[in-house]
Nanobody, 116 residues
């Protein structure tokens, strides 16, 4: 059983910052990708940022230059530093993990609301 536990969501004003964290636990032999997706009301879930085991990163165009993903491979954690937040960043953010057996796992989601 694999679990992803997220923390760090909340309410922030436009221009503010938040840091999301996610920790993986359970029987995972090896992790290929960890990252973050988000889903806003009425929209499809979309990629925000991911990082491979080799530290290659991928970002949505809308967050480039504002968000930064980091991983601790030994601790099986991933974090997302979000700066210069905009109202359009409001969404439920989900932690994501893909292992080398091509099995994927999702966290329960954490709400991020950007509003004045």
């Amino acid at each position: 059983q694999v679990q992803l536990v997220e923390s760090g969501g909340g309410l922030v004003q436009p221009g503010g910052s938040l840091r999301l964290s996610c920790a993986a636990s359970g029987s995972i032999l090896s992790i290929y990708i960890m990252g973050w997706y988000r889903q806003a009301p009425g929209k499809q879930r979309e990629l925000v940022a991911t990082m491979t085991a080799a530290n290659a990163t991928s970002y949505a165009d809308s967050v480039k230059g504002r968000f930064a993903i980091s991983r601790d491979h030994a601790k099986r954690t991933v974090a997302l530093q979000m700066n210069s937040l905009k109202p359009e960043d409001t969404a439920v953010y989900y932690c994501y993990l893909l292992d080398y057996d091509n099995d994927d796992y999702w966290g329960q989601g954490t709400q991020v609301t950007v509003s004045s």
